[in-house]
């Protein structure tokens, strides 16, 4: 029999149940039930289980799944290959036009009401969540340590440096909506000017 267009259907409901847990989670956090899940995603219970063991671990699937937004493993990958200036300003963009969704800080507020109840869950959300991006900037930071094309000492604190000049007043602003989000070319300017003084700092 001929395979119908389209993606395979089993990969079709993950999409679905990874679509509908994004938005409940930003309205109603931690109180979103796996029951609101499935019937979102119009898919069966026991399809739900079929990809995840339950509830926190499909938190942490659609966690990581926006931190992929940042930098896809296979990016990661390929950064060793490339250049780095290009490859760092590639990863502020992306990080920016993440963090400049207005949405950002319900995120926060999720892993925060975490950490009120269950402080070892909310450690396992921020490290598939900000973490992880986090965590693969200091990697190529490192690697570029390695390789002596920047001289820092310490690629974890230069990657919390870079990641607070991207950040910045700006992006507070953009989620507290005192400001408008920034344009595609505000974005750009930003995470070439934190890589800009990365160099200074660094070289």
């Not at 029951?35 to 898919?43: E, T």
């Not at 739900?48 to 699937?61: L, Q």
């Not at 990863?91 to 892993?111: C, H, K, M, P, S």
Request: charged share 25%.
């Amino acid at each position: 029999m001929k395979r119908g267009r389209g993606r395979p259907k089993k990969l079709a409901a993950a999409d679905a149940l990874l679509n509908a847990g994004h938005e409940l989670l930003l309205m109603h956090g931690l109180r979103v039930t796996v029951d609101m899940i499935v019937a979102m995603a119009q898919v069966a219970k026991t399809t739900f289980y079929t990809y995840f063991k339950d509830k926190e671990a499909f938190i942490e699937a659609v966690m990581l799944r926006e931190s992929a937004k940042t930098i896809t493993d296979e990016e990661f990958l390929s950064s060793h290959e490339d250049e780095l200036r290009p490859t760092l300003i590639r990863f502020g963009i992306q990080y920016l036009t993440f963090a400049n969704e207005v949405r950002l800080a319900a995120w926060d507020r999720l892993i925060a009401s975490a950490n009120d109840i269950y402080p070892e869950l909310a450690v396992r959300f921020y490290e598939a969540g900000p973490g992880r991006a986090y965590k693969l900037l200091t990697e190529i930071l490192r690697e570029a340590d390695r390789k002596a094309v920047l001289n820092i000492p310490d690629p974890a604190v230069a990657a919390e440096e870079l990641m607070g000049i991207w950040y910045g007043y700006t992006v507070l602003r953009v989620n507290l909506k005192v400001l408008p989000p920034m344009s595609p070319e505000q974005i750009r300017g930003r995470a070439e000017r934190g890589v800009d003084l990365l160099y200074r700092i660094y070289s």
